[in-house]
């Protein structure tokens, strides 16, 4: 039992993987309570489950595998990470458990595999049992087939994919296990419960008896669509309506709803196996069918005919075929033939499908021929042929062919062709039968109806009336105006009768007028045809379903024309109702309208109308223009009242006044009354005589306008045209052309006949008067806007000059978009806005002009020796016929689409194996698509596609000339034929890697243009996944930029779908690059306002669609500001519905936006930076960053600028052509200052455009985009905006590109632009670009960007370099050795520059050069000799220029990404800035102080007497509203919203150049140091800090203190507040311990260099300074990184004994420091990196030997070294030589030799001799010092003086001494020894005395303080730290400094009784309770408690806290004390130059 028991202690999951069944039991049974317990279903516990889950269901014992699969089931269900244990767990389930013999297992197995299609894994399941289908055991089989009955059952056939099923079917069907075959009958029912009949042809060819037996089941079956009973987790919602309908009784037409959505329509014909056929037909074929015998022709035909039964063919070439069918059917003269070829062509349509259609164009016109034939047989077999091969291609594409037919003489032909338009009608909707189809076919069949043979009438009867009832009313109506009513009721009759037929056929159909063909007219088609019907019109079901609504306002029923225009056609010109009746308005007679005319007008008017004088005639008029004004619009009797201004004298009118009146009035009835064409006819003649006439001329275009608005233009203009030219008057002429050319501008351009016009302007032209032929080119200009290029085609006969002209004309038309319609809208529109009439007549443009141009029939030139030529063997021939077919089209300019056996012959030279003949064919194919215009469509199949193909060929430039072919062809096509059917799938399948990149190229640039594409395109996307994973890498690459704009038009959802048959690998991969497209894809462009695509679609070329948008609603009519002339093809307009989507598309989705360039161009989206800056973080989209800009940044960019700049500009800024980006530039600078804000909110996109401009190569652009950035920055900096990241590094690095470019000008614009950068963004980061910069190749950008350094370094000290001074420098003198002069000299003057910043440390910096470099420099720096103050001139100059800089660092980011910046930051920061500036006089208001002192008065000046006023209120305290310092604090109030940028920020200042902005920064520090709980916020700034600190110390000691004009105190000052702040830093040895060793290194040197400065001791409080510099310098000892300290030493030992420069006093002090550091040594050895250590002494030693050393002037360096040695030796013993690793050669190494020595000696006997040692160094050293001969009594004094322990009792006798003997000369002692051992003498000396006379206090007068010693003790032999010397510190006791601190107190004015909070500072003297010093920190905060009391004073004065605004980051001290200290300077300098004046 003990066995057993072990388990159960084990884990579930140990459980569940035991060997032993019963604990496998217990471990299922827990899991599946475990498993149901879990309520989250993202738990982490699941995951530990995905492995075991399958072990669940496979266990091989029954018992334990019945627990698993409960189990497991209840995993499924509920864990997250179900998913991915699909395909193991299923095939599990379907091997081990579908074959068990317990019926609950096979229950549980189908309930799992159910279970995971509800989560969303249908297809893997699904994959794994059609696999169990092929299992041998017949149990598996079963269960497969009846869990895919269930799943099929519960959750549909939207879900579960049938095709894979019913391919299966046919073999289960005949499987020898009966169980198998009932099973597989019932999964049949359920299918056909599915999909009905589309079941029926794939089960054809089962056993009959099985067949009929199904029969039987089918029947059975209940009609109602079945429903989806259960619903996958992302179907919630409509499980949610399914369960309320169950709830409420399965309401009906929920149910009906839901039947639409759940049931999708399935096509049999997609369930079928394609058969190959080509293959299979007869050997002989082609020759039989060529046969003179027909049996043999027949024979030949019943071949092809058995063959294209097979419902569903295989894609393939069947040119060759087609070809000699469509032979048969239009010469041959046997009958019986013809039917059968007819039938064979069905067949073949039927099989093909879509893939027929590019046959079709060449059958339809022979079909239609043979229509001639009488034989009923014949004509049925004719029509079922035509009527398969339309449903293969569009209405469209064969709409030339019907139309040609259409005037044949044979009427049998023009009934069939009518009868087959009416049956194609039915195929159509609304949005696939648009005007410009119906226009021709309507004007087409009008004149049938008209015909005599009354079987042609009722075919075109039939035709109408079907196109009625599809297209509606409104868009029948137009055409059908003169059509007599008898004729009217006739056609809306045979719509009623179409309506019935649909009625019967197709039940609800009738509602939406979506036409499936009649069964009974369609016999053959009924299976395949239906169904392929239902497949169209499903797939068409979005448009069709708002059909009604949108397009016809429900199908009007019976009733007037007027009404249902006036009601049902929402969108019909409102007045077309009533205009019918008014164009046949009666002619009345004069006398009718005399008496009408009476009725309204008073009778003295009618009297006066003849009357001789004309002022009666004028008071008649006036009465007349009363009454008129006075009628309503219903009672005016217009052609009665124009009949009367027409009566004599009528337009005769002598006088000019009674005239204006009478054209005045014409113009008020035109207005106000309901105006018909007869009454326009009357006084349209008049009104064109009186024109031109100078006084009455602008009266008479106002009538015109009026009537041009009842009217409408295009009848007005007609007229009007036609009445001017049949007149002489040459000024009637031009004014009627300037009237229409203003008319065109108010109205539009739709319904004008161009044609007309055209013949009129030719009159024109051909004018002698010179006003006629520039009106009319003033017109063809104005028609230009709307036309667009083709209309420069009907002129290119004229004469050259002439053609200049209109060539400037159109010139000066381009890029100017036409106007919006102003009138003519209102009235005609019924205030629908719909998209009806006006938009289709828009398009109806495009078309027009194309349609007019003179089309030349080639067909007849195409000769068969021609083609024979194009195909012979000898290429020279071939190429010969080429040329012909060249010179053919080139005569003939615009074709007729017939071009015969053309197609197949260029066809063939496609694939030449010569390629020059290939791109000769390529050539010609775009001049053909040039020349045929849009007709080119019917083409595309048959030769478009082919020359895809080429795109796959190897050479390059064969590529380019396809792609631009098919781009030629696009362009007139538009894109809808080439993505309609499986040609481009079918082409992406080819392995090529040349074809598919390009193809894949050219579709990422169309797809993005589209506002909608044909469903094939999902057949693409297989391939396009294999691109992604091609072995070729532009492939893939060419693949993911095309994935995203595929997913646009798919959607996410289908092409995550699709990636379902992919490897498990490839598919996680593809799914992952479908997530990245899914972020960065684009929105659909938004069809222009209103217009829909037909609109877009409606004219080609797409400059036609200027014009297509409605009068009415398109605010204007643009597409792109400037057709792009090279684009404009002169081929002719698509007049199809969404033709030309092609290029232009998507430049004009808001046509209002468009044309309003009156808005912002910029527009805010809130957050919608951040939101871009979130999306490059997180990589959604592409991160700026290339070496020259891809496709894929400047899409990107574009859709981010979508949203947020006016789509004006953005057309103008991504156009093609340079000068538009000068537009868009000139644009953006004019709206700079007015749109502040709303360029910050772009700037990112704005810089981001303006780094595309660098790329160009045009320099005006890159000029213009320069001059743009200087206006910008210049206005950012005012705005105090502050650069983001973001932003800088997606701009600054293009902008540094281009300062190395050759042109001087661009070269100066970039500095000017890179220093005005520095305003608006850290100078310290602008360094780093300029640094990679300098990196560049070009030598020239190499120059300027070092230069721009030096300037950089110059204006802002060294803290700008980056990352530190020292590797900057080295990078810069790297350059030194260039190939270049230039870049040599600009890194020479660089460095020089900053040698004149930062003095000789420049040398250390820069590290080691070569010597021919480091000469170089030397050279160079002697030469420029230093100039005295040069660098902080410079400063002084650059200030009011630069000075804005820390204050752009400080000036709180506008619009950026730190909005949440505490508000009192950034009142800090902007106040910092202020104060400032508010130092820096400008420039130009400067006294110039030096000059004028040093001035000495060669011109004398009389100065007036200047007042003495009295300046001493001038130093009575100012009330300051807030002092300075405080405002600071806030910056850490909020220390950790944004600290390391606030931190990063005033530690920047600290190094400022100002002595104030570097106090005010040090203050705000300290205060953060001084706060515990704050001070851990300086944590990761220690360095940055420090070497902040030692650059401003070096600044002190360069320039400052070099200053004669700086007040002294303030250096004191600033010199304090260092010091403070690092005492401050140091006792906190957390913060200590992050210095490193370099910036301790830099450290330790600023402050010895200050303790030896001898400037600073002569100040007043300069003893005090180096006094707490000596404390300072002891707690960095003491309290930094141990190892680091003691590196940094060794290190500036070495540099300083090196250096030649530096002086002894300086390596003593380091070296006294080292020795500190060894009596530390004990304490700390175990926490130093003695291999460092080791390290930097083995350098030391290499680089100074003992040779070496020994010569040194002193022996303190071996000394110092060796008991640095002996200490460590002593502490480690013999482990020191273990740790020697980091020397490589150790045993070269001196030092290992020298440990090894000391090791053999006793520890401590080397301890005594070390001492000893140290004391005869010490003693000898001294002995040395005092060469000269003096008595041994002094020789023996100094001794003792200078030996450790006898130091005071020296110095005591020495005193004795000098007091006995007062002349006695110690100068010869001193004289050779250091400064520090004399002034260590003299100090000792006058301590003594003190001491002696009892003076404790501290004379403040004396600079020299008598404590020196005890904190700084130099002498020869002892350093800082005097422990090694004199450790008597006790003599001075602690009421010194009590004393001394007490003084100090007093001095700052505190109070002595407040004891500060501080801790004490101890000595450094003695660790134990050593006295106090005061430190410069306790000065520092004296000042700052001093202004904290001050300011708290004027507090209680309630002073306006408005006033506040100047306190910044002020000065320590309070600025009333600095203002007294400059005035107090000033007074004594103007005292100076008044008494020098004088």
Known sequence: MGDDSEWIKLSIDQKCEHK?????????????????????????????????IKKFVTDSNAVAQLKGLEAALAYVENAHVAGKTTGEVISGVVNKVFNQPKARAKELGIDICLMYIEIEKGEPVQEELLKGLDNKNPKIIVACIETLRKALSEFGSKIISLKPIIKVLPKLFESREKAVRDEAKLLAVEIYRWIRDALRPPLQNINSVQLKELEEEWVKLPPAAPKQTRFLRSQQELKAKFEQQQAAGGDADGGGDDGDEVVPQVDAYELLEAVEILSKLPK?????????????????????????????????????????????????????????????????????????????????????????????????????????????????????????????????????????????????????????????????????????????????????????????????NPFLADVDKLKLDRIKECAEKVELAYGKNTGGAADKKECRPAAGKTPVLSGAAGD??????????????????????????????????????????????????????????????????????????????????????????????????????????????????????????????????????????????????????????????????????????????????????????????????????????????????????????SGLNVKAFISNVKTALAATNPAVRTAAITLLGVMYLYVGPPLRMFFEDEKPALLSQIDAEFEKMQGQTAPAPTRGTSR????????????????????????????????????????SKIGDKNWKIRKEGLDEVTSIINDAKFIQPNIGEL???????????????????????????????????????????????????????????????????????????????????????????FLRQELLGWLADKLPTLRSVPSDLLLCVPHLYSCLEDRNGDVRKKAQDALPFFMMHLGFEKMAKATGKLKPTSKDQVLAMLEKAKAIMPAKPAAPVKASSRVVGGAAPAKFQTASAPAEDSGSSTMEPKPDPKKAKAGGAASKAKGAQGKKVPSKPNLKEDDDKSGPIFIIVPNGKEQRMKDEKGLKVLKWNFTTPRDEYIEQLKTQ?????????????????????????????????????????????????????????????????????????????????HLTENEASSFIPYLILKVGEPKDVVRKDVRAILNRMCLIYPASKMFTFIMEGTKSKNSKQRAECLEELGCLVESYGMNVCQPTPGKALKEMAIHIGDRDNTVRNAALNTIVTVYNVHGDQVFKLIGNLSEKDMSMLEERIKRAAKRPAAAPARQAEEKPQRAPSTNANASVLRKGPAEDMSSKLNQARNTSGHSEITHTVPREFQLDLDEIENDNGTVRCEMPALVQHKLDDIFEPVLIPEPKIRAVSPHFDDMHSNTASTINFVISQVASGDINTSIQALAQIDEVLRQEDKAE????????????????????????????????????????????????????????????????????????????????????????????????????????????ILSALLVLLQDSLLATASSPKFSELVMKCLWRMVRLLPETINSIN??????????????????????????????????????????????????????????????????????????????????????????????????????????????????????????????????????????????????????????????????????????????????????????????????????????????????????????????????EDRPPLTSLLSKPAAPTVASSTDMLHSKLSQLRESREHYQHLDLDSNQTHSSGIGTTTSSSSSTAANIDDLKKRLERIKSSRK
């Open 903 to 993: 197609s197949a012959a260029l066809k063939c030279r496609l694939n030449d194996s010569n390629k020059i003949l290939v791109q000769q064919t390529l050539s010609i194919l775009q001049q053909l698509a040039m020349a045929m215009g849009p007709n080119i469509r019917q083409h595309v199949k048959n030769l478009g596609v082919p020359i895809i193909t080429v795109l796959g060929d190897s050479k390059n430039n064969v590529r380019a000339a396809a792609l631009a072919t098919v781009n030629a062809w696009t362009e007139q096509t538009g894109m809808k034929e080439w993505l309609e059917g499986e040609d481009l799938s079918e082409e992406l399948k080819k392995e090529n890697p």
């Open 1577 to 1684: 916020a300086m944590s990761g700034h220690i360095d940055q800090f420090l070497i902040a600190t030692f650059m401003q110390l070096r600044l002190i000691y360069n320039t400052h203190m070099a200053d004669e004009k700086l007040d002294k105190d303030e250096i004191v000052k600033l010199y304090s507040c260092i010091i403070g702040n690092m005492i401050s830093l140091f006792q906190m040895e957390s913060l200590a311990r992050e210095a490193s060793t370099g910036v301790l290194k830099d450290l330790m040197h600023g402050l010895i260099t200050l303790m030896l400065d001898s400037r600073v001791e002569d100040l007043e409080e300069g003893q005090q300074v180096i006094r707490s510099v000596n404390l300072l310098v002891v707690k960095v000892l003491e309290k930094s990184d141990q190892t680091n």
């Open 532 to 749: 392929k019907d239902t497949k169209d019109t499903s797939a068409k079901s979005g448009p069709l379903k708002k059909a009604p609504a949108a397009k016809s306002g429900g199908p009007p029923k019976k009733g007037k024309t007027a009404a249902a225009a006036g009601a049902g056609g929402a969108g019909t010109k409102g007045k077309k109702g009533s205009e019918t009746k008014e164009i046949f308005e009666p002619e009345l007679s004069i006398e009718v309208c005399e008496e009408r005319a009476s009725a309204v007008l008073p009778a003295s008017c009618i009297q006066q109308l003849d009357s001789g004088n004309w002022k009666e005639r004028l008071a008649c008029m006036e009465e007349f223009q009363k009454a008129v004004e006075l009628m309503e619009r219903s009672e005016m009797p217009c052609q009665a009242l124009v009949r009367m201004l027409a009566k004599k004298p009528g337009w005769k009118e002598t006088n000019f006044q009674v005239m204006q009146m009478k054209l005045h009035i014409v113009a008020l009835i035109a207005q106000k009354g309901n105006f018909s064409k007869t009454s326009a006819q009357i006084v349209l003649d008049g009104l064109v005589d009186k024109i031109g006439d100078v006084k009455c001329g602008s009266n008479a275009k106002e009538a015109m306008t009026a009537i041009a608005e009842a009217c409408l233009l295009p009848w007005t203009a007609e007229q009007v045209m036609s009445m001017a030219f049949s007149q002489k008057n040459p000024k009637n002429q031009s004014e009627t052309l300037n009237w229409l050319s203003n008319a065109i501008k108010e109205f539009g351009f």
């Open 20 to 52: 032993l069944w019963k604990a496998r039991v217990n471990g299922y049974e827990e899991a599946l309570k475990l498993f149901q317990k879990i309520e989250d279903e993202k738990s982490p516990e699941w995951s530990k489950y995905l492995g075991l």
């Open 1201 to 1281: 600028m979508s949203s947020c700049v006016a789509r004006w500009v953005q057309d103008e800024m991504f156009h093609t052509d340079f000068q538009h980006h000068n537009k868009a530039l000139a644009a953006m600078v004019e709206h700079l200052e007015s749109e502040k804000d709303g360029v910050i909110s772009c700037l990112d996109l704005i810089l981001k455009w303006l780094t595309l401009r660098f790329f160009d190569t045009n320099t005006s652009v890159l000029m213009k985009a320069l001059e743009y950035l200087k206006l910008l920055f210049t206005l950012l900096s005012q705005e105090e905006y």
């Open 828 to 867: 005609h529109s019924g205030g629908s806005g719909d998209d009806g009439e006006e938009r289709d007549e828009q398009e109806d443009i495009g078309n027009d002009v194309v349609d007019l141009l003179p089309r030349t029939e080639i067909s007849d030139k195409i000769t068969a020796e021609l083609v």
């Open 284 to 476: 002989d074929f082609y020759d039989k069918i060529e046969a003179k015998k027909w049996q043999e022709r027949k024979e030949a035909l019943e071949a092809v005919e058995m063959l294209v039964k097979n419902p569903k063919l295989e894609a393939g070439d069947y040119a060759d075929m087609v070809k000699v069918l469509k032979k048969v059917v239009g010469k041959d003269t046997n009958v019986m033939l013809v039917a059968l070829a007819a039938k064979c062509l069905a067949g073949l349509a039927t099989g093909l499908r879509k893939k027929f259609g590019q046959y079709a164009g060449q059958v339809v016109p022979t079909i239609l021929e043979k229509f001639k034939e009488k034989k009923p047989q014949v004509v049925q077999a004719l029509q079922e042929a035509i009527d398969a091969i339309f449903l293969t291609t569009t209405l469209q594409n064969i709409s030339e062919d019907i139309l040609a037919v259409m005037d044949n003489k044979n009427p049998t032909i023009k009934q069939q062709t009518s009868l087959f338009i009416a049956r194609s009608f039915r195929h159509c909707t609304p949005s696939s039968l648009p005007k410009s189809l119906l226009k021709p076919f309507c004007a087409a069949l009008l004149k049938h109806i008209n015909d005599s043979a009354p079987e042609v009438r009722d075919a075109a009867f039939e035709a109408l009336g079907t196109a009625l009832k599809v297209a509606g009313e409104k868009a029948v």
């Open 1730 to 1955: 003695l291999d460092r250590i080791l390290l930097d002494i083995h350098i030391f030693m290499k680089v100074f030997p003992k040779e070496k050393l020994k010569q040194c002037k002193s022996e303190f360096p071996i000394r110092t070294l060796k008991t640095l040695l002996h200490t460590l030796c002593k502490l480690k013993g013999p482990k020191i030589l273990d740790h020697l690793t980091m020397i490589e050669n150790k045993n070269e190494s001196e030092l290992e030799a020298h440990l090894c020595r000391v090791m053999k000696h006793s520890m401590d006997q080397i301890g005594s001799k070390t001492d000893k040692e140290t004391e005869k160094g010490a003693s000898r050293i001294d002995e040395k010092s005092s060469k000269a001969k003096v008595n041994d009594f002094l020789a023996e004094i100094f001794k003792k003086i200078g030996s450790k322990e006898n130091t005071k009792e020296g110095l005591a006798e020495l005193y004795e001494y000098k007091k006995k003997y007062s002349d006695a000369d110690i100068e010869p002692f001193l004289k050779n020894s250091s400064q520090f051992f004399q002034s260590y003498v003299e100090r000792g000396l006058r301590h003594i005395e003190m001491e002696k006379e009892g003076k404790g206090r501290i004379p403040s007068s004396t600079g020299i303080s008598p404590q020196t010693e005890l904190t700084c003790v130099p002498s020869s032999t002892n350093t800082v730290s005097s422990s090694i010397g004199n450790t008597n510190g006790e003599e001075v006791g602690p009421s010194v400094y009590l004393e001394r601190l007490k003084i100090l107190r007093q001095r700052c004015g505190l109070d002595n009784a407040k004891q």
